[in-house]
């Protein structure tokens, strides 16, 4: 096999961190289930939960190959990767800084569980350079974002994070999933620490739950000793199944790009939608950053309906696009974060954040533009109708 520095990105999908089936010269990997393994001398102790069987190891190979590092490992999920990231590399007494809108979960391991360890955290204010310089603080560790952001698809500038992680001796960590590899390589501006929730993008068939880290190989060892410990290792049948999925994630990334970007100029002109929020459309407040930083502009976007429609009726009516928690499946689908995602926060806080009532999230999946289209038209025309009846 080749350097895959020299490789275009849909060959490292394909072939790159494989297992090489020398018995039967099968043109896949072969499975290996096994749990208990021979010494093969004192350092090489192979076990799932030390992370290094056949598959695990192999799918660590394509996974910093897709993301320019030397090292990757796979996790029971997306949740198991951030809490093994944050833990290995802070401890009592330390401080992290963390952008203001993070992933759910990600937000809740942070304000329930790290008092537990002594942790000390600020969220920002915003996604600006003063934003993240003014919670510095002397005991400060790990800098922590996530762009895009979800759900209004905001851009941090990951030159920027990068340049004040170097100044202070910080380590910078990204929660990559809404770009995936494919879109966004933050590893290239000088990012240490890429995290994914490979249930999303890299798994993308709504079928795997599964976590995935890249780095440098002395931050993985750091990672690794604490998880070994932890012990949030994934089964190898689905280390296997990820592998399958990773070999088309470019196909179906890029595709659902094109889709998105095509949507969202569909919505935009829409006369029931008040606005839509994706990075690849001009008047995006980043539009120049996310060019800058992103190679596409990733199957996610936000809308938001005109007052008079009736958010929960408008997604009820669609056929084809079915409401989901989560996203970045082949098939399209579509949810409220106001009464999903952000259903915790007060109706203040929300406001505060951008997000309306009439705000809606959608994954946007690989189906032809024309049957989108049609779905939301169909439902478009159903709650203006109904609309129409109420003012009668
Ligand atoms: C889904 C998600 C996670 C958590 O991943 P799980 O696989 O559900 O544990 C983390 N970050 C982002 C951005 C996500 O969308």
Redesign the pocket.
């Known amino acids: 096999m080749g350097d895959s520095k020299n490789m275009g990105l849909n060959t490292i999908c394909a072939h790159v961190g494989e297992v090489k089936d020398e018995q039967f010269k099968g043109a896949i990997s072969p499975l290996y289930m096994s749990s208990s393994y021979a010494y093969e001398n004192v350092d090489v102790k192979r076990y799932p939960r030390y992370f290094n069987t056949p598959n695990q190891e192999a799918l660590g190979k394509k996974i910093a190959a897709l993301e320019h590092t030397e090292s990757g490992m796979i996790f029971g999920?997306?949740?198991?990767a951030?809490s093994h990231c944050l833990l290995a590399f802070l401890q009592k007494g330390d401080h992290i800084v963390l952008q203001k809108t993070l992933?759910g979960?990600?937000y809740n391991f942070v304000v329930e569980e790290f008092h537990k360890f002594g942790i000390e955290y600020s969220f920002t204010d915003g996604f600006s350079e003063a934003d993240f310089r003014r919670e510095l603080q002397p005991n400060t560790k790990v800098i922590y974002v996530?762009t895009p952001s979800?759900p209004l698809m905001l851009i941090t500038d990951l030159q920027m994070i990068s340049n004040i992680a170097k100044e202070h001796g910080l380590v910078s960590m990204i929660?990559n999933?809404?770009a995936s590899p494919v879109n966004q390589n933050p590893a290239d501006f000088g990012i240490d620490i890429m995290i994914h929730?490979?249930?999303?993008y890299m798994g993308g068939h709504s079928d795997i739950?599964?976590?995935a880290v890249a780095a440098s190989s002395a931050h993985m060892e750091r990672i690794w000793n604490l998880s070994k410990n932890i012990g949030g290792s994934l089964s190898d049948y689905t280390v296997w199944l990820l592998e399958r999925s990773l070999k088309t994630m470019a196909l179906r990334v890029k595709a659902q790009n094109k889709n998105a970007k095509r949507m969202a100029k569909w919505l935009q002109q829409h006369p029931l939608v008040e606005k839509v929020h994706y990075p690849g459309l001009k008047d995006h407040p980043d539009y120049d950053l996310a060019k800058r930083q992103m190679r596409g502009f990733t199957g996610m976007l936000s809308f938001e309906l005109i007052p008079s429609v009736d958010a929960e009726a408008f997604m009820q009516a669609l056929q084809l696009i079915k409401q989901s928690m989560?996203?970045a499946g082949v098939e399209s689908t579509i949810l409220s974060p106001a009464k999903t995602s952000h259903a915790l926060l007060s109706a203040e806080e929300r406001a505060h954040q951008g997000i309306s009532d009439k705000l809606l999230r959608f994954s946007v999946g690989i189906e032809e533009k024309k049957d989108l289209v049609n779905d939301m038209e169909q439902a478009f025309h159903k709650v203006a109708k109904s609309n129409a009846v109420m003012q009668d």
């Open positions: 999920s997306g949740m198991a951030v992933y979960g990600t996530e979800n929660d999933t809404f929730s490979a249930t999303k739950c599964a976590g989560s996203l």
